[in-house]
């Protein structure tokens, strides 16, 4: 394993997590300029397939993304970026809703296959105080189960998901356990 400096936006924090191979994945907090891959990201037909969850014009999508970023309207939210040797491959967020504390996260459909959503979301759950944590994964999603299962999550219910998109998983994390044996942090 190895440290790599990357460049650096000046207001931005970063924690780094090495995988075996070549492959660097690095979180820090969302800004501004990932905007735009992340609205490429969610017009994917199969992605919004897999995450059962519709994508969303350019306006709507900035505008949401403006309430999220806002300190003001998400007092609670942690909002980071997955970088993927320097490439903006998705983003996991925090967030609180009617006192249950939620991740979720999307992951660019380029960057599917790699690991990187595992190995990103051990690392955010490290930053993650709230127990039991939530997570609500479409049950058609296999490869995000998956990420769930490997970071510790089990199943706590099963839901009907809003309009016609078929039934949600809502999976639970209740303790610290998360699988990085192949994902360890590194200092900066």
Known sequence: MRSVCLPRHPAVAYLFLVRSDQMTVTLREVIQEDL??????????????????????RDAFMAHWARIMSNETNETGILNTILADDTVAGNVVYWEAAGEPNIGYWLGKTHWGKGIASAALAQFLTKI????????????????IRVLQKCGFQLAREDMCDGDDGEELVMELRSDRCATAANKPTTT
């Open 129 to 144: 105080e709230a127990r039991p944590v939530y997570a609500h994964v479409a049950k058609h999603n296999f490869a995000s």
């Open 36 to 57: 735009p891959m992340f609205f490429e990201h969610q017009l994917d037909a199969e992605a919004t397939r897999m995450a059962a969850f519709p994508s969303r014009d």
